[in-house]
């Protein structure tokens, strides 16, 4: 191998990051890039995500690099959303170092990345920023400080090491020790002395290689993590800057550097007079990656960037976006000077009910709001509203909102003049007991003959303010229609032609009145008595209430929901529910608007009637867990639960989706049987095949292994697998369930009961033994053999992977004689095996045995506590296909195809 040269080194590192800016952007490859150094330390291997923010931070310091100019270069578009572009995120970030006061946040760059907020913190932010960005120049430039007094000492190593080759050859992690010796690093760095001995005779010597320090990473606290935090001359002055998560301080060239070196520190006597020996104690806080710049190149490198450097519709977008931040911070500062206004209209209750909301009058997040002074009289207020909805204000009356004991909201009283003249924070409070609500008011215009507003009307005790909403049963149809004053002494009566002239019926029409009195926890609406006067009716100012026609008897008019109550009592438990097949768990099949008090057997009917299943017993339900997004795991049994809402309950939140199946026999009758998918294992043929078992549940393992010999699954005649079944006995049978999870956890022997066997999260696998382990004798032994390897970074731990099985050990027999039937069990070609290591594993501690070792003396009886703990264990190479999620990556290098059979 060539002796790599620093002139080398840079030429990676400038490639390095220029690759990185090409994925989102190409740039030069040679521009401003060079003349820039890393030393990075091996003293220790640990990282955190401070790590990632600090290396970060030498990167993106908007004077350093020349990157600034770089980034701000960066193709984008006004139409790029920060969130889902890179390039606009760094351009963000870098604008918003440069041109803020306060430090900066990285969550919109970590989203761009698609990473949310858990991502954020795993340990994979630090390593997946270094491939990236820094992974190459990392493994190129790590100088190992083991033995070396100071960077020259590392440089000198680092140039023997690399005219090593072959297995000799340099690998950096092999130096990932944890070493808190001195090591000292100068302010300035000269690579061409001793005769230019770090440079390659190709190297252009007219270049001055000096480089001087600009950033020093320091990682801080013990060995097994800790914190990181840089140290940085952004200009190259005299003045060092911390920088420290979100903090900023100066600090003197001493803490930067000297501090840094690591090793002992002498504490002075504290009696000079005394021949005590000095008082010695470890520094934890050392210098963990270097930056130095040429000086040659250091006007290049560090530059300013300015307006000109960033494109217009960038310059504008950030600008805005500063703006509009600074407006947030100064609202978010000054909010306990001011209060939010709500104001609700007839507007807005015409728009809203019947639509949005069927029940009280208003979603008072959806009306016009208004942030005013605290210390504003509502007088001055109103002229706010005379401009915003050209309303003079001598014909503006203010109600204020009441939430009633029964949690309705309702406008219940009128503000006097004299309560106008008060500051809307004092209303607010008088309103609210909680300060920390929005003061909402109710705005009543009234209208003339002209449609032009007109002075409101004069508010006494003996009239009432009432809210009317109209319904269609033909149209099932909510609306509302206006408001009116009566008289408390007044009847319902006197009105009629007033609400038929709203409702746009003939002025003799027949009506019926409700009071929409509630709807939590339940509907309460009740008949109005029409002859009734409004007092009698209890009713007041800010009730609601709901009229209709009349429906008369024998008019042979069917509807769903004939009258207001019924119709409220609809909405107020009407669902609309995904159904979703059970096998594709994240796709909608279908919508169904149900009631959350339809029984179980509305349910599944709907659900057949929609599908077009003549059975609906067919149909099996499973609710939605809310928190893991997925099917739960135990199916809803037949009529398990009474109505719909109890189906979409779980825990204390309330889904919109169930999971359905058809299956192919009805589920009362299913419930009799258990269900079983077990794996069946052939002696000779390289194939798994699973199958669907349905017994009573009251069968027996036994019960089992006679229906897989009535689907022929052995390779034997039908004849021959009979007679080995009927031999088996106890669990060294010819034929043996075990249930497998990476490890065998249990074998059942053919009495036991089915019923009691949960192959929910376990995969169950009928095994046929080979005819030469059929004989059990009584000195021979049942033992489990796991596929296994060592884990290099783990301390040589034992990391099981494959599948394992059951394998019976004669007395007497060798390990070269055990090995031959494994490998005609497992099918392994002779050079493959030959490779194979065997060893006894007792509580994950292997002992490797020879071929003349008899096998069976290792192991103890399967009644002794811990037998199941000792195994037969084949180590070799995972050479098994490797899977995208980690549940099936253990998997040995002799998977057997699988069949699927129902």
Same mark, same amino acid.
């Given at each position: ?45 640990? !990282? ?205 060239? !001493? ?129 706010? *509203? ?224 929609? *599908? ?71 002696? *000779? ?38 007679? *080995? ?178």
């Amino acid at each position: 191998m060539k002796r790599n040269t620093i002139r080398r080194i840079r030429s990676i590192q400038s490639e390095q990051n220029a690759t990185f800016l090409n994925e989102i952007a190409p740039i030069d490859s040679k521009g401003g890039l060079s003349g820039f150094i890393y030393a990075i330390f091996s003293r220790s291997d640990n !990282k955190s995500r401070s790590t990632k923010r600090c290396w970060f931070l030498t990167l993106t310091c908007p004077k350093v690099l020349n990157l600034g100019k770089a980034v701000y270069h960066m193709p984008t578009t006004e139409n790029d959303m920060p969130s889902g572009s890179i390039p606009l995120a760094l351009q963000s970030l870098f604008y918003k170092l440069q041109y803020s006061h306060t430090s900066v946040a990285t969550k919109e760059l970590t989203k761009s990345f698609g990473w949310d907020t858990y991502d954020s913190f795993m340990q994979h932010d630090v390593q997946e920023l270094n491939r990236v960005l820094c992974e190459k120049l990392e493994d190129k430039m790590k100088l190992d400080v083991k033995g070396c007094k100071d960077v020259y000492a590392s440089f000198d190593k680092y140039v023997e090491v690399e005219r090593l080759e072959g297995d000799n050859k340099y690998h950096a992690e092999q130096y990932g020790l944890q070493i808190n010796d001195r090591y000292e690093f100068p302010l300035q760095l000269d690579l061409d002395r001793d005769n230019g001995k770090y440079l390659s005779p190709e190297a252009d010597r007219s270049i001055r290689n000096l480089y001087t320090l600009q950033s020093v990473l320091v990682h801080s606290s013990g060995v097994h993590g800790g914190h990181y935090y840089a140290y940085i001359r952004p200009t190259l002055s005299n003045q060092w800057y911390k920088f420290e998560d979100e903090r900023v301080t100066k600090e003197d060239a !001493k803490r930067a550097l000297e501090e840094q070196y690591g090793g002992e520190e002498e504490l002075p006597h504290s009696n000079p007079g005394f021949n005590n020996s000095p008082f010695k104690f470890t520094k934890y806080s050392n210098a963990y990656m270097l930056v130095y710049i040429r000086e040659s190149d250091k006007d290049k490198i560090i530059c300013n960037v300015d307006e000109k450097d960033i494109a217009e519709h960038l310059r504008i977008r950030l600008r805005k976006e500063h703006e509009e931040k600074e407006m947030k911070r100064k609202e978010k500062a000054e909010a306990h000077l001011y209060t939010i206004i709500k104001v609700a209209r007839d507007e807005d209750l015409r728009d809203q009910i019947g639509k949005d909301i069927f029940f009280d009058l208003v979603d008072h997040d959806k009306v016009p709001s208004f942030r005013i002074q605290k210390q504003m009289p509502l007088t001055l207020f109103k002229e706010e *509203i005379a401009k915003e909805f050209g309303i003079p204000i001598q014909y503006q009356r203010f109600w204020l909102w009441a939430k009633r004991q029964n949690h309705t909201y309702r406008p219940n009283k009128a503000l006097t003049p004299h309560e106008e003249e008060q500051s809307v924070g004092l209303l607010r409070e008088v309103s609210n007991k909680a300060n920390n609500v929005d003061l909402k008011l109710f705005l009543e215009i009234e209208m003339g003959l002209d449609l032009q507003p007109i002075p409101p009307p004069e508010k006494s005790k003996e009239n009432l303010l009432l809210f009317f909403k109209h319904y269609e049963p033909s149209t099932e149809k909510l609306r509302y229609a206006g408001r009116v004053f009566v008289m408390s002494s007044g009847k319902p009566l006197d009105i009629l032609v007033k609400l038929n002239e709203m409702a746009g019926y003939a002025p003799d029409e027949e009506l019926e009145l409700f009071e929409e009195i509630k709807f939590v926890p339940n509907i309460m609406c009740e008949p109005v008595d029409k002859m009734s006067t409004f007092r009698d009716s209890q009713l007041e100012d800010g009730d609601i209430i709901c009229f209709q026609k009349s429906l008369q008897s024998g008019s042979g008019e069917q509807y769903r929901y004939p009258d207001v109550p019924s119709f409220m009592h609809y909405v107020h438990n009407r669902l609309v529910v995904r159904f979703r097949i059970l096998q594709k768990p994240k796709e909608d099949e279908f919508i169904l608007e149900l009631s959350k008090l339809d029984t179980y057997d509305d349910v599944v009917e709907q659900v057949a009637q929609h *599908i077009g299943l003549d059975d609906p017993s067919k149909i099996r339900l499973t609710s939605h867990n809310c928190y893991s997004q997925q099917p739960k795991p135990q199916c809803i049994k037949y009529r398990e639960m009474e109505h719909l809402s109890d189906m979409l309950f779980h825990y204390n939140q309330i889904s919109d989706i169930l999971y359905y199946e058809v299956l192919d026999i009805p589920l009362p009758e299913l419930q009799c049987l258990k269900t079983l998918r077990i794996a069946f294992h052939h002696a *000779i043929k390289d194939e798994e095949v699973i199958h669907t078992i349905r017994l009573p549940r009251h069968s027996t393992v036994s019960d089992v292994f006679n229906d897989l010999r009535s689907k022929r699954v052995t390779s034997l005649s039908s004849s021959r697998f009979a007679f *080995i079944l009927h031999l088996c006995a106890f669990c060294a049978a010819a034929a043996q369930i075990c249930r497998c999870h990476e490890s065998i956890a249990t074998v059942f022997c053919l009495s036991e009961k089915i019923e009691s066997i949960n192959d929910q999260y376990w995969t169950l696998r009928a095994e046929e033994i080979p005819e030469e382990e059929k004989n059990f004798g009584p000195h021979d032994r049942l033992i489990h053999a796991y596929h296994f390897l060592k884990d290099t970074t783990k301390n040589q731990q034992v990391q099981n992977f494959g599948h394992p099985f059951l394998l019976v050990i004669h007395e007497g027999e060798t390990l070269a004689e055990v090995k031959l039937r494994i490998q005609k069990k497992l099918q392994v070609p002779d050079d493959e095996f030959s490779k194979w290591n065997f060893a006894f594993v007792s509580f994950g501690r292997p002992e490797y045995l020879q071929d003349i070792d008899i096998v069976s003396t290792r192991f103890q009886r399967r009644d002794i506590y811990g037998a199941w703990e000792q195994y037969l264990g084949l180590e070799h190479t995972d050479n098994g296909p490797r899977r995208s999620f980690a549940g099936n990556q253990n998997r040995h290098a002799y998977e057997k195809p699988v069949k699927i059979n129902d």
